[in-house]
């Protein structure tokens, strides 16, 4: 099985700044990436998928990138609605196994 | 626009079975795969199983190998999740979630989710 191990758990971070969180999976998964900004109470909301593509409606601050094992997910320049968790989600076996990194939670400093 | 709305949760008994509904609108189903995904109160999202959009492609979680069972009904635009043997651990938010493509990749749109406790 493929394990995804994100990083940091959390960080405390002021409007305007570069945030950037890694996801590192445990074997290649090639581009077989995507990553979700979920609310506290809401559903999770795909915002990259295949490592960089943007999702449709997603702001052009979200960018994300990496092939193999090692993907990043940066936002340029952190808006007060983007204070949420963000997870990684590797889709590279078969038969399917869509697992989740552990979330990183991204706070107001 | 897309709607996915999740049925069948509640309150069940540990070792007992419970069956999860999604009724899916506004997009064609059969063109795409399906997902249920999970999250236990205060935890982070947890995969359980998918299926492509012909059902011949399908995953399971290794917690709940064995005991889930996922299905769909293309005639009907509804997803399944035919849970038995339930545990405590089984407790969670369960999502149901459209792919963007045929096969499993990710998930473009997701339910408000229907809770599953399991409790004596």
Redesign the interface.
């Known amino acids: 099985d493929i394990q995804m191990t994100q990083s940091p758990s959390s960080l405390s971070a002021s409007v305007g700044d570069r945030v950037t969180i890694t996801c590192r999976a445990s074997q290649s998964i090639s581009r077989y990436l995507n990553w979700y900004q979920q609310k506290p109470g809401k559903a999770p909301k795909l915002l990259i998928y295949a490592a960089s593509s943007l999702q449709s409606g997603v702001p052009s601050r979200f960018s994300g990138s990496g092939s193999g094992t090692d993907f990043t997910l940066t936002i340029s320049s952190l808006q007060p609605e983007d204070f949420a968790t963000y997870y990684c989600q590797q889709s590279y076996s078969s038969p399917p196994e869509l697992t989740f990194g552990g979330g990183t939670k991204v706070e107001i400093k | 626009e897309v709607q996915l709305v999740e049925s069948g949760g509640g309150l069940v008994q540990p070792g007992r079975s419970l069956r999860l509904s999604c009724a899916a609108s506004g997009f064609t189903f059969d063109d795409y795969?399906m997902?249920w995904?999970r999250q236990a109160p205060g935890k982070?999202?947890?995969?359980v199983s998918?299926i492509?959009w012909n059902s011949e492609?399908?995953?399971y979680?290794?917690s709940v190998k064995g005991r889930f069972t996922i299905s769909r009904d293309n005639a009907k635009t509804s997803l399944y999740l035919q849970m038995n043997s339930l545990r405590a651990e089984d407790t969670a938010l369960y999502?149901c979630a459209k792919d963007?493509t045929a096969?499993?990749?990710?998930?473009?749109y997701?339910?408000?989710?229907t809770l599953v406790t399991v409790s004596s």
């Not at chain 2, 096969?103 to 473009?108: H, I, L, N």
């Not at chain 2, 997701?110 to 989710?113: A, E, I, L, S, V």
């Open positions: 795969a997902h995904v982070g999202l947890e995969w998918s492509s492609s399908i995953g979680a290794d999502y963007y096969v499993p990749r990710g998930a473009d997701w339910g408000q989710g």
